[in-house]
């Protein structure tokens, strides 16, 4: 894909869209990031309004969790759902996705039968796991964060606030996010686990 296609993310921390991904829009009026930005937002804030909140053990499924990304993205997207095919710049092999989201789920629904971990501990330890996964080609980080706000909510908690209560610009914000996650990626959680809950 050229460097200068509108749809490549900008900014740290995206992932650059291929051009298979490219192909599967569904909307042809969209030629820049931002139009992007606005349809698949609208696309998400309808998923959201029309699904219910699961159970942990609906949640916790590799079905699941490729259905709630389809909802969110999927009048956008025709891959919506569908793990990724190609490399990404972060992420798991392809060809190890499908197993690396069911060894979550298992080591997700073990984190809550131990009864050893509080619920905030474990829903950043799932996000952190489904984001390092980067199952999809785009909209890893807002399918997680609703996967783990509806998790901690199925296990009692308030959903996660991610940062909304610091008085800080988008940029500063994405900036936190992004190093709490390096930081869960050297094994400290404790970053991330604040941020969830700033």
Known sequence: ????????PDGEGHT???????LGLKLSYITTRSDLNEAEQENILRALTTRRAPSVEAL????????????????VWT?????????????????????????LVLDARTWIDSGNEIEDAIGVRFH???????PFAN???RHGRVATDYLVRALGKNAFSWGAHLEVRVAE????????LRRADE??????????RS
């Open 16 to 22: 650059p869209l291929g051009d298979d991904d490219v």
């Open 128 to 134: 952190h796991r489904l984001v390092s996964i980067h």
């Open 187 to 196: 094994g400290e959680l404790e970053d991330l686990l604040e941020f969830a």
């Open 79 to 103: 891959w919506a759902g569908m793990y990724r095919r190609s490399e990404t710049n972060i992420g798991v092999e392809p060809t190890q996705i499908a197993e690396a989201v069911r060894n």
């Open 139 to 141: 909209g890893n980080g």
């Open 173 to 180: 914000l994405r900036a936190r996010y992004l190093s709490a």
């Open 60 to 75: 916790l499924n590799d079905p699941y969790l490729r259905d709630l990304h389809r909802s969110m993205f999927g009048d």
């Open 1 to 8: 894909m050229s460097s200068f296609d509108p749809l490549l």
